[in-house]
């Protein structure tokens, strides 16, 4: 536990550098990377032998980055072909163990990555404190389900997939992003009857990423997608939720009234 709480502090430290402190360029270049290194921890899931495999999708979602940058590409249709897939994701967990076919395993992760790339992207361009609080939503969430599960939790949320994960977690999660979003009002004018349901849906969605890809780890015999985290695991482990959450934000930013 204090392994994992150093590593967290650090990790928001420099994640607070990044945002407001150090030029756009490098907060760029710090997303890329992230990027990269979560295509190369998927590629441990796509199932082939060898390094060659893992590089070539690396490249092939470096790719992808490089041509959604490039060239003018509707955003709003990325996020929402990517909330269709998360939906989809979540129909699939009901039916796990159940074989994930290799093209599908290589599809996912660039239904993961370029998604989230674009919108993390776009929220740190709109306002790096946008894009803090859509990362506030999904640790709140994740936090409260954290101490609501180990206090309250009895029903098991996907027994196949994440034993630790409860109902009673689930809803303490979603509690606590309540209480994230009225505080927030209170010095930034938002409409709460709408606010509150968006960042409740951001949220519940942030908890389909962490199970789908524990589904692909699992899938693949792994218990963590990387170890570059002491305590945490990989980078994986650090964004799945965020994976599933941070598109949603980003399209929904207009229906709030916060674009």
């Not at 509707?74 to 929402?80: L, N, V």
């Not at 992760?109 to 894009?131: S, W």
């Not at 305590?231 to 980078?235: A, C, E, L, N, T």
């Not at 599933?244 to 674009?259: K, N």
């Given at each position: ?28 270049a710090?997303i ?57 994701a ?43 609080f ?96 002491p ?5 994986l ?23």
């Open positions: 536990m204090k392994q994992r709480i150093i590593t967290a502090v650090v990790a928001l430290l420099a994640l607070l550098l990044v945002l407001f402190y150090l030029p756009g360029e490098v907060a760029l710090v890329v990377a992230v990027m990269l290194a979560g295509a190369w921890e998927w590629s441990a899931f796509l199932g082939v032998p060898g390094k060659t495999a893992r590089i070539a999708y690396v490249v092939i979602i470096a790719g992808l980055l490089a041509a959604v940058t490039i060239f003018e590409v509707d955003a709003a249709i990325i996020f929402k072909v990517s909330l269709a897939w998360w939906i989809l979540l129909v699939w967990t009901f039916f796990f163990p159940t074989p994930i076919p290799g093209f599908v395993r290589w599809l996912s992760g660039m239904l993961v990555l370029v998604p989230l790339f674009l919108a993390l992207v776009i929220l740190y361009n709109a306002a790096p404190e946008l894009l803090l859509a990362l506030l939503i999904v640790w709140v969430a994740d936090t409260g389900a954290y101490f609501a599960g180990k206090a309250l939790g009895r029903v098991k949320l996907a027994p196949a997939i994440s034993p630790g994960k409860t109902w009673e977690g689930v809803i303490g999660g979603l509690l606590a992003v309540v209480v994230l979003t009225v505080l927030r009002s209170t010095w930034a004018d938002t409409d709460l009857a709408v606010f509150i349901p968006f960042c409740l849906a951001v949220a519940s969605i942030s908890i389909v990423g962490d199970l789908t890809v524990s589904m692909f780890k699992r899938t693949a015999g792994l218990k963590d997608s990387g170890s570059l985290f305590g945490h695991g990989g980078v482990d650090r964004i799945d939720s965020v994976a599933a959450a941070a598109p949603l934000f980003a399209l929904g930013l207009g229906w709030v009234g916060l674009s």
